[in-house]
């Protein structure tokens, strides 16, 4: 990567990082306490000892799942809103494989079962909306959103009616496959969440950097997400592309439910997802998209939210969703791909065509590239 | 009158300007030539007041005003007629043209004195549209003249026309210069951006061209020649197209016009507006032959290309490649059975603009560069990418640059070397041109035409489609001409000419 490159990649994140900094500072102020204390604080409760770096290692884990799952979809031009469903429908298919399972299987062997279960009801959920968007050109940020109401409803009502432990809101414990959390290994880590689901987490992030930038298929895909027009003229079936998309994406999310069920509580748990689904929209815009970029997003969120109840003595928890907030819409405005997906109504590869730039307008040239004629 | 003198503007590292200047007197019709990317409708944006300068002045009648915005440069009397129209569909065209400068009464719309300021303004310049009529519904040329008439409704005296003539038949040419010869000759001064040098010939009076963003020359028309245009223009001597028009300079096979190598039979396609954009249209292509098509845009060409190409469905009819029937096949499979296609916009369909030149070099033939697993061959490419660049001259050289750092020239060479260059094993037999030299500099458009004839000589169908119709006479065998979505004639290529075409373009004649 060159420096151009590098800096067009960093600079919108970390403008939006000082903006929400900022507006930090301000709240943080206005609450009557110093923003130095304050963000010492936080340091202290997350990186400063073995728990809090746990805790925060926990979340970022959920996060790369879920930020992956967007950043996939945005890759292929789409705006996948329905990650927190997604992450829920992969936790509750882990878990009722778990209870299905017989108990004393070793971890390693039944894996690949929880990875393919939780991969699958993702996949499913992620799926539906792009195949409606594929064969009928419904816009999947409508389709997201909506579809997170019904599985999130759906798998509250399957809990309660069917699954739940009286007087609780989750599912009976797993009976085989849990994995060890970090504590197993390092005393000062204990009480915190963080496992092995980690590794798995930066397995993925790898894979899907393999896929997207090294293999074929993920050369079209990003094909579509750039220029639609072109990818059909290409050869690729951009219909074909976007619900594949959509139901890998969602597999991604759906993987990342393992975190909880098989790393943390080893069961479901209404609710567990708390929000990852979306704040992993946030994570892949500040990653702009990129793999490795995404999992420094994770950690640097992971930091917050877990910062967030360090600093609860001074000021509300709540500041940091502010901050999360301010974040999401700076990165918003800035990052290209999202204006892309959001202003795309377009129907499934065709419809009319939309106003253009003055040619002139459109590709501007760097000075020592202006237009030479070959001698 | 008008003078502009140093004017800097840049668009982020982007110099559009570099000290250009314009010298425009009183009563006259001024061309202002350059090839695209030279700066013109920069340096008239910054006139008209849409751009402020980085550095320069501007002076009309005397006055400075460097600096100015559209409503001052309206006010003064200076207006642009945009390439692309600015003109809300929906709208009737008196609605239209006194949007923004509504005639009042109170606070309603006074419409019949509207309208009779425009049947006024209509009989005083001869620029005739029917004025009830929703804009959606004119022809391309009654829709610039309201563009027109708009800007002189709003009183411009200097009125800048930007490539007015890119969407226009050639009695509609005709019909525009009558116009702007009468606005002349009522002490109207008019500016016209334009790299057609036939039209620079034609119409204008003085000349200023432009080249990388600065003034290169200024020359009196009635003193000059195309040629010395061109010149000035690339900065070296060029062969210009219209010298071999119709000229014995080109060898054109006398090609059978049965058992083509590209077949198309009674096909019809629809397009988002209309179910017959092509309405049962049968042509053959043979091995050695260019069969071009003329037409105005907008006639069912680009519906007919992507429907060869595969993009678009099919409604009834049939494509045969060499025999064989490829009229349900996929795009990637018509490519593999030789089937190049050159698509008509570049930007949007030819190039994936943040993609490198290597791999827009490969777009289209990737699973000819795949490896196990899916896994593209990432040396495959780079040689790929090393031989085409070579091969094509395409500059900077550098496979590694995102498409979109390159100038529409060299973009062009991209997609030709990609079409034509047999990189990933495939050697192609039947090529779709579709407006090849679009956007490009007069160099590249040798190159291009170079290209063409070679694939012609070494056996290969070629379906040329270009709104240029210099082009479709200087490279065609014969000549269909699209009308409604039909080929409403085909004539050969020797005894085609302008005059002869221009007719069926307008649908005035039919076969």
Same mark, same amino acid.
């Given at each position: 990567?060159?420096?151009?490159?590098?800096?067009?990649?960093?600079?919108?994140?970390?403008?939006?990082?000082?903006?929400?900094?900022?507006?930090?500072?301000?709240?943080?102020?206005?609450?009557?306490?110093?923003?130095?204390?304050?963000?010492?604080?936080?340091?202290?409760?997350?990186?400063?000892?073995?728990?809090?770096?746990?805790?925060?290692?926990?979340?970022?884990?959920?996060?790369?799942?879920?930020?992956?799952?967007?950043?996939?979809?945005?890759?292929?031009?789409?705006?996948?809103?329905?990650?927190?469903?997604?992450?829920?429908?992969?936790?509750?298919?882990?878990?009722?494989?778990?209870?299905?399972?017989?108990?004393?299987?070793?971890?390693?062997?039944?894996?690949?079962?929880?990875?393919?279960?939780?991969?699958?009801?993702?996949?499913?959920?992620?799926?539906?909306?792009?195949?409606?968007?594929?064969?009928?050109?419904?816009?999947?940020?409508?389709?997201?959103?909506?579809?997170?109401?019904?599985?999130?409803?759906?798998?509250?009502?399957?809990?309660?009616?069917?699954?739940?432990?009286?007087?609780?809101?989750?599912?009976?414990?797993?009976?085989?496959?849990?994995?060890?959390?970090?504590?197993?290994? =390092?005393?000062?880590?204990?009480?915190?969440? !963080?496992?092995?689901?980690?590794?798995?987490?930066? $397995? /993925?992030? +790898? *894979? #899907?950097?393999?896929?997207?930038?090294?293999?074929?298929?993920?050369?079209?895909?990003?094909?579509?997400?750039?220029?639609?027009?072109?990818?059909?003229?290409?050869?690729?079936?951009?219909?074909?592309?976007?619900?594949?998309?959509?139901?890998?994406?969602?597999?991604?999310?759906?993987?990342?439910?393992?975190?909880?069920?098989?790393?943390?509580?080893?069961?479901?748990?209404?609710?567990?997802?708390?929000?990852?689904?979306?704040?992993?929209?946030?994570?892949?815009?500040?990653?702009?998209?990129?793999?490795?970029?995404?999992?420094?997003?994770?950690?640097?969120?992971?930091?917050? =939210?877990?910062?967030?109840?360090?600093?609860? !003595?001074?000021?509300?928890?709540?500041?940091?969703? $502010? /901050?999360? +907030? *301010? #974040?999401?819409?700076?990165?918003?405005?800035?990052?290209?791909?999202?204006?892309?997906?959001?202003?795309?109504?377009?129907?499934?590869?065709?419809?009319?065509?939309?106003?253009?730039?003055?040619?002139?307008?459109?590709?501007?040239?760097?000075?020592?590239?202006?237009?030479?004629?070959?001698? | 009158?008008?003078?502009?003198?140093?004017?800097?503007?840049?668009?982020?590292?982007?110099?559009?300007?570099?000290?250009?200047?314009?010298?425009?007197?009183?009563?006259?019709?001024?061309?202002?030539?350059?090839?695209?990317?030279?700066?013109?409708?920069?340096?008239?944006?910054?006139?008209?007041?849409?751009?402020?300068?980085?550095?320069?002045?501007?002076?009309?009648?005397?006055?400075?005003?460097?600096?100015?915005?559209?409503?001052?440069?309206?006010?003064?009397?200076?207006?642009?007629?945009?390439?692309?129209?600015?003109?809300?569909?929906?709208?009737?065209?008196?609605?239209?043209?006194?949007?923004?400068?509504?005639?009042?009464?109170?606070?309603?719309?006074?419409?019949?004195?509207?309208?009779?300021?425009?049947?006024?303004?209509?009989?005083?310049?001869?620029?005739?549209?029917?004025?009830?009529?929703?804009?959606?519904?004119?022809?391309?040329?009654?829709?610039?003249?309201?563009?027109?008439?708009?800007?002189?409704?709003?009183?411009?005296?200097?009125?800048?026309?930007?490539?007015?003539?890119?969407?226009?038949?050639?009695?509609?040419?005709?019909?525009?210069?009558?116009?702007?010869?009468?606005?002349?000759?009522?002490?109207?001064?008019?500016?016209?951006?334009?790299?057609?040098?036939?039209?620079?010939?034609?119409?204008?009076?003085?000349?200023?061209?432009?080249?990388?963003?600065?003034?290169?020359?200024?020359?009196?028309?009635?003193?000059?020649?195309?040629?010395?245009?061109?010149?000035?223009?690339?900065?070296?001597?060029?062969?210009?197209?219209?010298?071999?028009?119709?000229?014995?300079?080109?060898?054109?096979?006398?090609?059978?016009?049965?058992?083509?190598?590209?077949?198309?039979?009674?096909?019809?396609?629809?397009?988002?507006?209309?179910?017959?954009?092509?309405?049962?249209?049968?042509?053959?292509?043979?091995?050695?032959?260019?069969?071009?098509?003329?037409?105005?845009?907008?006639?069912?060409?680009?519906?007919?290309?992507?429907?060869?190409?595969?993009?678009?469905?099919?409604?009834?009819?049939?494509?045969?490649?060499?025999?064989?029937?490829?009229?349900?096949?996929?795009?990637?499979?018509?490519?593999?059975?030789?089937?190049?296609?050159?698509?008509?916009?570049?930007?949007?369909?030819?190039?994936?603009?943040?993609?490198?030149?290597?791999?827009?070099?490969?777009?289209?033939?990737?699973?000819?560069?795949?490896?196990?697993?899916?896994?593209?061959?990432?040396?495959?490419?780079?040689?790929?990418?090393?031989?085409?660049?070579?091969?094509?001259?395409?500059?900077?050289?550098?496979?590694?640059?995102?498409?979109?750092?390159?100038?529409?020239?060299?973009?062009?060479?991209?997609?030709?070397?990609?079409?034509?260059?047999?990189?990933?094993?495939?050697?192609?037999?039947?090529?779709?041109?579709?407006?090849?030299?679009?956007?490009?500099?007069?160099?590249?458009?040798?190159?291009?035409?170079?290209?063409?004839?070679?694939?012609?000589?070494?056996?290969?169908?070629?379906?040329?489609?270009?709104?240029?119709?210099?082009?479709?006479?200087?490279?065609?065998?014969?000549?269909?001409?699209?009308?409604?979505?039909?080929?409403?004639?085909?004539?050969?290529?020797?005894?085609?000419?302008?005059?002869?075409?221009?007719?069926?373009?307008?649908?005035?004649?039919?076969?």
């Amino acid at each position: 990567m060159n420096r151009a490159k590098l800096e067009e990649a960093l600079l919108p994140p970390v403008v939006a990082l000082l903006v929400a900094v900022i507006v930090g500072d301000v709240l943080i102020i206005s609450f009557g306490q110093s923003p130095a204390a304050v963000y010492r604080q936080l340091l202290e409760g997350t990186w400063g000892n073995a728990y809090g770096l746990g805790q925060v290692l926990y979340k970022a884990t959920t996060l790369t799942f879920t930020g992956l799952s967007v950043a996939y979809a945005l890759r292929a031009g789409l705006f996948n809103i329905g990650a927190e469903s997604q992450l829920a429908a992969g936790g509750f298919a882990a878990a009722f494989v778990g209870l299905a399972l017989p108990a004393g299987i070793p971890a390693l062997i039944v894996l690949p079962v929880y990875v393919l279960a939780a991969g699958l009801a993702g996949g499913i959920v992620g799926g539906i909306p792009g195949a409606l968007k594929a064969k009928f050109g419904a816009h999947e940020v409508i389709t997201t959103i909506m579809l997170n109401f019904i599985v999130l409803a759906l798998l509250n009502y399957l809990i309660s009616a069917r699954f739940k432990v009286h007087d609780t809101l989750h599912t009976a414990e797993i009976r085989s496959g849990a994995l060890p959390r970090l504590a197993d290994f =390092s005393g000062p880590f204990h009480g915190s969440a !963080a496992n092995l689901v980690l590794l798995l987490a930066l $397995v /993925l992030a +790898a *894979v #899907v950097w393999w896929f997207l930038f090294r293999t074929r298929p993920g050369f079209e895909l990003r094909a579509v997400g750039l220029q639609p027009e072109a990818a059909e003229y290409g050869g690729v079936s951009v219909g074909g592309v976007w619900w594949r998309a959509m139901a890998v994406s969602g597999a991604i999310a759906g993987i990342g439910g393992l975190n909880y069920v098989l790393g943390y509580k080893h069961y479901y748990e209404e609710g567990f997802g708390a929000g990852a689904g979306f704040l992993g929209i946030a994570v892949a815009l500040v990653g702009r998209n990129h793999p490795v970029g995404v999992v420094i997003a994770a950690i640097l969120f992971g930091t917050l =939210s877990q910062g967030g109840l360090a600093v609860n !003595a001074l000021v509300p928890k709540q500041m940091v969703d $502010v /901050l999360q +907030a *301010v #974040v999401i819409i700076a990165m918003a405005t800035a990052v290209p791909e999202v204006r892309r997906a959001l202003l795309s109504v377009r129907g499934a590869g065709r419809g009319a065509r939309g106003a253009k730039p003055p040619q002139d307008a459109r590709v501007p040239l760097p000075a020592s590239r202006v237009p030479r004629v070959p001698q | 009158m008008i003078r502009l003198t140093g004017i800097d503007k840049s668009f982020g590292p982007v110099r559009a300007n570099r000290g250009a200047s314009l010298d425009v007197a009183a009563g006259e019709i001024h061309a202002l030539v350059g090839e695209n990317g030279a700066g013109k409708s920069t340096l008239m944006r910054i006139l008209s007041g849409m751009f402020q300068p980085d550095a320069g002045r501007i002076e009309v009648n005397d006055r400075d005003v460097t600096g100015w915005h559209t409503a001052d440069a309206i006010a003064a009397g200076v207006g642009m007629v945009h390439q692309h129209f600015m003109l809300v569909p929906t709208l009737t065209v008196t609605e239209n043209v006194t949007l923004g400068a509504e005639v009042r009464r109170g606070m309603r719309l006074d419409r019949l004195r509207a309208e009779g300021e425009m049947r006024a303004l209509m009989q005083r310049t001869g620029l005739e549209v029917p004025t009830t009529r929703r804009v959606a519904d004119l022809t391309v040329g009654e829709a610039q003249r309201v563009e027109i008439l708009k800007t002189l409704y709003r009183g411009a005296r200097v009125l800048i026309l930007d490539e007015p003539t890119a969407v226009l038949s050639p009695p509609e040419v005709s019909e525009l210069w009558r116009v702007l010869r009468r606005l002349r000759d009522e002490g109207g001064t008019i500016v016209l951006i334009t790299h057609k040098l036939d039209e620079v010939m034609a119409i204008s009076d003085t000349i200023t061209v432009m080249r990388q963003g600065e003034t290169v020359g200024r020359l009196k028309t009635a003193e000059t020649s195309p040629q010395e245009i061109a010149r000035e223009m690339v900065g070296r001597d060029v062969t210009l197209a219209t010298a071999q028009a119709g000229g014995s300079s080109v060898q054109r096979s006398t090609a059978p016009t049965s058992s083509g190598l590209l077949d198309v039979r009674d096909l019809r396609v629809a397009s988002a507006r209309r179910d017959n954009a092509v309405d049962g249209i049968s042509f053959a292509v043979a091995p050695g032959e260019i069969f071009g098509i003329a037409g105005v845009e907008g006639n069912g060409q680009t519906e007919l290309i992507e429907a060869i190409a595969g993009i678009r469905q099919v409604t009834s009819g049939s494509i045969l490649l060499d025999g064989q029937d490829i009229t349900r096949t996929t795009v990637r499979q018509r490519g593999d059975l030789g089937l190049s296609h050159i698509p008509e916009d570049r930007h949007e369909r030819g190039l994936i603009l943040e993609y490198s030149i290597a791999d827009n070099l490969i777009l289209g033939q990737q699973h000819h560069f795949t490896k196990k697993l899916g896994a593209l061959d990432g040396e495959h490419v780079a040689t790929n990418a090393r031989d085409m660049i070579a091969k094509y001259d395409i500059r900077p050289a550098d496979p590694a640059l995102p498409a979109r750092a390159l100038s529409g020239g060299n973009q062009q060479k991209i997609v030709i070397a990609r079409e034509m260059g047999g990189g990933g094993a495939r050697e192609f037999r039947v090529l779709l041109a579709a407006q090849p030299t679009r956007g490009v500099d007069v160099g590249a458009i040798e190159f291009i035409h170079a290209q063409l004839r070679a694939a012609r000589a070494a056996g290969k169908a070629v379906l040329l489609v270009s709104a240029d119709l210099t082009e479709v006479l200087a490279l065609s065998d014969r000549i269909g001409v699209m009308y409604g979505g039909r080929i409403v004639t085909t004539i050969a290529g020797a005894q085609a000419s302008a005059e002869k075409l221009g007719p069926y373009m307008t649908g005035a004649a039919a076969a």
